[in-house]
């Protein structure tokens, strides 16, 4: 119990236990960690590292590439939307590896058995839980704020979507 009291005791606020989970030391075996890039989340991605230390756990690291419509409108001067999503696409895959990349390195020189995936979906909240449930994650992992534009009074819009959408046990660092 003793790591469960830390996750509770220390720098997290919220920790929201899947139904019927009863803690323990060796309760996470899977860990997912999404992280955006933010401050915030690279903190959450060193907490996730050090719980799947402690727990000899395997962490999965993601990053959300968002899908945008096609709701722009063509003009003779400008390059075709399809051009412009390929960009956007590239562009946003690469910072999403590049900061995968960083998180998967700090978890091996740790001695932390560490896979990576760069996601792709219209929700970033769909996207990382539906992936955790394929992936049987028991514990996802996220900051407390990312880098969306509207901030929310308590928890991001990410943080608190995860929260309330997982079906694993969802633990926010702040």
Avoid: C
């Amino acid at each position: 119990m003793e790591l469960w009291r830390d996750l509770v005791m220390s720098n997290p606020r919220l920790v929201r236990l899947k139904p019927g989970l009863l803690p323990s030391d060796k309760a996470f075996k899977r860990i997912l960690v999404a992280i955006d890039g933010s401050a915030s989340s690279f903190k959450a991605a060193k907490y996730a590292v050090n719980l799947a230390k402690r727990n000899d756990a395997e962490l999965i690291v993601v990053s959300i590439v968002q899908k945008h419509t096609r709701h722009f409108i063509r003009t003779p001067i400008e390059p075709s939307v399809d051009s412009r999503l390929e960009r956007y696409y590239a562009y946003a895959t690469r910072n999403a590896n590049q900061w995968i990349n960083t998180v998967v390195a700090l978890a091996r020189n740790s001695g932390v058995n560490a896979t990576k995936r760069v996601l792709r979906g219209t929700s970033i909240v769909k996207t990382i839980t539906d992936y955790a449930e394929s992936e049987a994650v028991d514990l996802i992992v996220v900051g407390r704020k990312g880098t969306g534009g509207f901030k929310r009074l308590l928890l991001g819009g990410v943080s608190n979507g995860v929260v309330n959408h997982a079906a694993s046990t969802v633990l926010v660092v702040e």
